[in-house]
């Protein structure tokens, strides 16, 4: 054994403990990366933006009620099946600048508004809610 040289054996316990010390720091990062969203904040998608304010948009993160979404829905259109969607019940404030398949997040708004629509027919969930859309993540 030289001087400044590890024997085997000690070397190879400080490697394994590195190696140890490296993944407990992964996991925990990789935890904290995946933190729910506080409570009445979601993450949506916008899957179908149809004629009239006919919106169907699912629900991608956070704890919803299911009684709240269609756990599973068929758009008889494309035959396409959604899972945990509701319809837009307030079309007339639901920013324009959102397309069909970007990501947003959202709180469950107050009121279903009343607003001027055309009535033409799309289909949607029968579930609907009403809801604000948030400018940033609510984390």
């Not at 996991?27 to 304010?53: D, F, T, W």
Request: proline fraction near 6%.
């Amino acid at each position: 054994m030289g001087i400044g040289i590890l024997p085997c054996r000690d070397y190879f316990f400080m490697k394994v403990l590195f190696i140890s010390i490296l993944a407990a720091v992964a996991l925990v990062q990789q935890k904290c990366n995946r933190e729910s969203l506080p409570a009445h904040c979601y993450k949506g998608r916008l899957e179908i933006k149809a004629i009239c304010g006919n919106y169907t948009i699912s629900v991608l993160e956070g704890a919803i009620d299911s009684s709240q979404v269609e756990n599973s829905w068929t758009d008889e259109n494309t035959k396409k099946t959604y899972r945990k969607v509701f319809a837009l019940a307030n079309p007339c404030s639901f920013p324009d600048s959102i397309r069909e398949g970007q990501e947003f997040y959202f709180t469950p708004g107050t009121t279903v508004q009343n607003c001027m629509v055309c009535q033409a027919y799309y289909p949607k969930p029968a579930k609907a809610l009403a809801i604000r859309v948030l400018d940033k993540p609510c984390r």
